[in-house]
């Protein structure tokens, strides 16, 4: 892991098209501006996780359909 230290106002660059500015920090608190492509999704990690979770059950649930499914033409044959 990178570390840094920035003060309000600075700001860093990762590759060539995503920009993190400090705003400001209050208490214990960042407030962080973050300009990145429309097409690249941004989720604080609780949601991130959350959302590998429903694609990790969901994807679990595919196979199981499809297990299913090649039973079901096996029976039809």
């Given at each position: 892991m990178l570390i840094l230290t920035r003060?309000?106002?600075?700001?860093l660059h990762i590759?060539?098209?995503i920009k993190i500015t400090v705003l400001g920090i209050q208490g214990r608190q960042v407030k962080l501006g973050i300009a990145v492509p429309e097409s690249t999704a941004v989720y604080r990690?609780?949601?991130y996780e959350r959302v590998c979770e429903e694609n990790r059950l969901a994807l679990m649930a595919a196979e199981n359909d499809l297990l299913a499914a090649a039973?079901?033409?096996k029976r039809q044959k």
């Open positions: 003060r309000p106002g600075e700001s590759g060539d098209n990690e609780e949601v039973q079901l033409w």
